[in-house]
């Protein structure tokens, strides 16, 4: 309702709200940082991990909480490492690419890892 706040980026709603330090879309439920993103370039994106330190391509991960398979009935337990990641621009959230020991290749989201 205030015409200084920037319009929700998931659904383009222009009656977003400040919540703390976050912007809210009341229609969508999306929230985000009200913080400018400061990069170098203006494509690029700068991906971090569930507890904020920036990500790159190689790093070495390990998972903060279990993950259930999608169409099996394997999990991915908390604190297996995943090593030689890939940034991507994925499907939803998903923007990690990489190769879990005993699951195989799979996306992963940056919010469910942390950098070791």
């Given at each position: 309702?205030?015409?200084?706040?920037?319009?929700?980026?998931?659904?383009?709603?222009?009656y977003t709200y400040?919540?703390?330090?976050?912007?809210?879309?009341?229609?969508?439920?999306?929230?985000?940082?009200?913080?400018?993103?400061?990069?170098?370039?203006?494509?690029?994106?700068?991906?971090?991990?569930?507890?904020?330190?920036?990500?790159?391509?190689?790093?070495?991960?390990?998972?903060?909480?279990?993950?259930?398979?999608?169409?099996?009935?394997?999990?991915?337990?908390?604190?297996?490492?995943?090593?030689?990641?890939?940034?991507?621009?994925?499907?939803?959230?998903?923007?990690?690419?990489?190769?879990?020991?005993?699951?195989?290749?799979?996306?992963?989201?940056?919010?469910?890892?942390?950098?070791?």
């Amino acid at each position: 309702m205030n015409d200084t706040l920037p319009p929700c980026p998931e659904c383009s709603s222009e009656y977003t709200y400040e919540m703390g330090a976050l912007l809210v879309c009341p229609e969508c439920g999306h929230e985000w940082s009200s913080a400018p993103v400061e990069s170098d370039e203006p494509g690029e994106r700068v991906i971090k991990d569930a507890v904020g330190n920036v990500l790159a391509d190689g790093d070495t991960v390990t998972v903060v909480k279990d993950l259930k398979i999608k169409g099996s009935s394997s999990v991915i337990k908390v604190g297996i490492k995943v090593r030689g990641i890939r940034l991507l621009d994925g499907v939803g959230d998903h923007d990690i690419d990489c190769k879990v020991d005993g699951v195989g290749p799979m996306q992963l989201k940056s919010s469910v890892v942390k950098k070791v």
